[in-house]
Each structure stands twice: as structure tokens, then as C-alpha cells.
């Protein structure tokens, strides 16, 4: 199982930029899909970016173009950018990762099912 931490986030104005942070324990030994979801309240915890351990990225229709998932490959960390923020964005974002022996496949996407998860982190954009 994999430890996951989130930091960043915070609030902004409409248009603003923040970045998130996810520090990931034993990743350096699997391959990997990992990803970034959201969930605001009353709604179902939505898939908003996936990168794995080729380097292929999805995004949600709703982020394309705003926001950009990438990785540090020297520690680990993952990242989400997210640049032209819109109120609708506002959300708790939780990290997630599903790692893998090397060599396997799994079909990685922003949606997907992933087996570990970070506590989640609060992200506020104001109109």
C-alpha cells in the first residue's frame, strides 16, 4: 500500500492559479497509474487527471487545456497544476494511486479505480 500526502491548494479568485503537491511513498519500485479526483458536496467524486508510469496523461473534458498532471520521476511527487480556475473547480482534491509490478498493464485513465488514496485537500475559487 502506498502513502499518499497532498499540499498546495487553498483559495483564488476566478481565473487564478494554484498547484498540488502529492508526496508518494515505494513508487520508485512499480509501475503506476496515478491521478487526482474531486468531490464537492452532493456530488460523486469526480476523475480529473491520470498520468502513469509511461508518461501518458487523461484529463477530464471539464479541465482540458487548464489543468496539467506531471511528475517528479526523482522523488516521486505528483503534481497538478491548475491555471484558469473557475468556481465550478472548487472541490476537495484527493490524490489516489494504484501501483503495479513492472511490466504489467492496466488501462490507466482519469477515471480510473484506483486502490489508495490521499486524505484530500480543499481547493476555493471565488467568483
Known amino acids: 500500500q502506498v502513502q499518499l500526502e497532498e499540499s498546495g491548494g487553498g483559495s483564488v479568485q476566478s481565473g487564478g492559479s494554484l498547484s498540488l503537491s502529492c508526496s508518494a511513498s515505494e513508487i520508485a519500485h512499480y509501475s503506476f497509474c496515478m491521478g487526482w479526483y474531486r468531490q464537492t458536496p452532493g456530488k460523486e467524486r469526480e476523475g480529473v487527471a491520470s498520468l502513469d508510469d509511461r508518461g501518458v496523461t487523461d484529463y477530464a473534458e471539464s479541465v482540458k487545456g487548464r489543468f496539467t498532471i506531471s511528475q517528479d520521476n526523482a522523488n516521486g511527487t505528483l503534481y497538478l497544476q491548475m491555471d484558469r480556475l473557475k468556481p465550478e473547480d472548487t472541490a476537495i482534491y484527493y490524490c489516489?494511486?494504484?501501483?503495479?509490478?513492472?511490466?504489467?498493464?492496466?488501462?490507466?485513465?482519469?477515471?480510473?479505480?484506483?486502490?489508495?488514496w490521499g486524505q484530500g485537500i480543499q481547493v476555493t475559487v471565488s467568483s
Open positions: 489516489a494511486a494504484h501501483l503495479y509490478d513492472k511490466g504489467g498493464y492496466v488501462d490507466c485513465s482519469a477515471n480510473y479505480d484506483y486502490s489508495d
